[in-house]
């Protein structure tokens, strides 16, 4: 009887879950697990916690919904506390496991802890293997090898438009065959270091962790309400569910996968039609694979100061006073401060709100970029650390902005988005 542990990270899903079938085709049961990272819960360097409470509280909802899944399954999740390392080989040994599949990662920390993981299975004989299951193309399918992707998007876009396409969404499985699993048990906030807080009510949605919801979200903004096909027009918006699709925090844990929205926007398409923004999801769904695959190619530059570029000359310093004010809302800007008000109290911000605040840290204060991405990391329930971290270097000027540094404009952006004072009245009243 060969049997594999599958461990579950950002990829807390059974449709579309390349790691969870190859497991299932290749070993006669399986072992679903997750492991609460004690480094995830720790505070970093730069004194900001690395999870805050926000996201905390969409995972714990995203793995009660796996694990609910996979019961109805005939399976179930384990789920551990501590060091991967070590709780993957104590398991592997308990249910005398061959093998442990899990996701491929990029970023370095992840590779670390990947690293250790794999390091440790060996000691007993077990082996490690990994797929990607984040992005639209995998390694193979695209048109060049992760070291020579283009360091312009456009590029990229417009060589995997044309030399490669997207592969079908996998169905999850209908049956997963494994030992007896007993019931989940899952950690308090408070165990997990977290003091409770509420979203605040203006929250422009209410995320509800999981895979069920991130797919009757995707339902919703195509076929339910057709918000799609005026995507491109709205999508700059700042109040309110619909202006973009909200899909980012189920894609980032993995809940949703981005081949599964492809797959639907097809089927959407060729029943309601297309236009520039049915495409234009497409489109935003590259920058989230090419910012991937920067990360791979990258690595730890994507976190250094100067990030990408050649140069000694300082792009920021970190000034404390100046720092608290950004995070909390307190500038004295009322459109970077409403933006950051809606940031701490609800764990999101709208793709143009980020653009300006991070602008606003970097060129208006002057500050070091990172900390501005790392109180991002404590605080968006969609926090990606490749999304994070390459958009970060990209408005700093250090990332893969061809045309360099951007200045916004606050005050142009604030009267051509919100012209009529909307968001700013929501959040500073
Ligand atoms: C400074 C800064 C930090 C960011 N940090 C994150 C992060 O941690 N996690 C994250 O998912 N996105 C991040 N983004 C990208 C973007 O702001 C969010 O993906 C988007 O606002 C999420 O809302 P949505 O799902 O409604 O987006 P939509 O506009 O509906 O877009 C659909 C999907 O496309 C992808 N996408 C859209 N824009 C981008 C982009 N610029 N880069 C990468 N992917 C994109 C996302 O997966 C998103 O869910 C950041 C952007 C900036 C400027």
Redesign the pocket.
Known sequence: MKTALVWFKNDLRLHDNETLLRAMQENDRIVPVYCFDDDHFKTTKLGLQKTGVFRAQFLLESLLCLDRNLRERGSGLIVVEGKPSEQLSMLAREFTAQQVYAMEEVAIEELRTQQLVEAALQDIDCKFTTCNTATLYEEHELPFSPAQLPDVFTVFRKRVESESAVRQSRIAPEIISSPEIGPIKLPKLNELGLAHDTIDDRAAIKFQGGENAGLERLHYYLFGTGAVST?KLT?NGMCGSDY?????AW??LGCLSAREIVAQLKTYEAERGSNESTYW?FF??L??DY?RWMMRKYGNRLFLLNGLKNTTQQTGKHNAARFEQWKNGKTGNDFVDANMQELKRTGFM??RG??NV?SYLCNDLQLDWRYGAAY?EQQ?I???VC??W???AY?AGVGNDPRGKRIFNIEKQAADYDSDRRFRNLWLS
């Open positions: 995507y999508r973009s699709s909200k899909f980012s894609l980032s999801l935003e769904l920058w989230r910012f709208s793709n980020r653009q991070a991002f968006l969609d926090y990606d999304s994070n390459g958009n970060w408005v």
